[in-house]
């Protein structure tokens, strides 16, 4: 039900944020301010405008590098989920770049790209792209073959297979495949902006911590942690708008 999944939401949260108002109390650090003196400094911040300012900076990067990973992680996942040998041959790149340490990586796309949009936007792919590709690759091989022979049994060209089958059929792996990039793409963006250079949320979060302003640094944390729920939220929602009384998942040939 509906009403009883956004009640056990509203309970989620009021159970965090009550333990984090009474670690903050305690306290169990110096450091850790407590959930209304965070709270306070978000309202500032949006009352003055500067957390605004910091996310039109922050926004760039993450949304030119989800739409690249979006598009050519998709693009590139049906390539390698219809091809063993592209299967073979660029799987363990992704594979790779998913288990690789980004933070070890940052400093040489630094000297490769300098310290610009260019090198924010790379590892934001470096991070949503591979969980885009794996998701829809994985999708498109478990396409159930009866459902491809059926098409063909009705003439089907390859295209239409993969147009009118293939992709539908694979549609609803690919968008959780797809949140899930959104999700680790916003990590990339934040991290992009603690390691190159400190701008947009990145730098509140950096100068904050660096003159004891704790509030305003969780609650900077906090801020990105509620847009990338809303986001994923939204496309939560359009995923269930979108494949509404399908079922999820495959059913064995």
């Known amino acids: 039900m509906p009403n009883r999944a956004l009640l056990l939401k509203i309970l989620s949260a009021a159970l965090l944020f009550g333990a984090w108002e009474i670690a903050g109390r305690i306290p169990v650090s110096f450091a850790f ?33 989800v739409v690249i990973s979006a598009v050519l992680g998709i693009g590139i996942g049906l390539w390698v ?63 159930p073959e009866s459902m491809k022979e059926m098409a063909r049994s009705y003439l089907a060209s390859e295209w239409e297979v993969i147009l009118k089958v293939v992709v539908p059929a694979a549609s609803p792996v690919i968008f959780a495949g797809l949140r899930l990039g ?3 793409g916003f990590i990339g963006a934040i991290l992009a902006e603690l390691k190159i250079t400190p701008t947009g949320v990145g730098d509140i979060i950096t100068f904050s911590r ?3 302003d704790y509030p305003a640094m969780y609650a900077a944390i906090f801020s ?14 359009i995923e269930t708008a979108l494949f509404k009384g399908n079922q999820r998942g495959y059913v064995s040939d």
């Open 33 to 65: 301010p407590t959930f209304l003196e965070s709270m306070s400094a978000l309202f500032r911040m949006i009352g003055d405008g500067s957390l605004l300012i910091a996310y039109l900076e922050t926004l760039q990067p993450l949304v030119v590098g």
């Open 81 to 143: 989920g219809l091809s063993r040998t592209f299967d073979w041959l660029f799987s363990p790149i992704f594979i790779v770049m998913q288990a690789a340490p980004l933070a070890a990586l940052i400093p040489l796309l630094v000297l490769a790209y300098g310290i610009g949009l260019t090198s924010k936007v790379l590892v934001v792919c470096i991070m949503a792209m591979p969980v885009i590709v794996l998701n829809t690759s994985s999708a498109v091989r478990n396409t």
């Open 182 to 184: 959104v999700s680790a």
């Open 210 to 212: 660096s003159i004891a």
């Open 224 to 237: 990105i942690i509620l847009l990338a729920v809303l986001f994923l939220n939204l496309l939560e929602a």
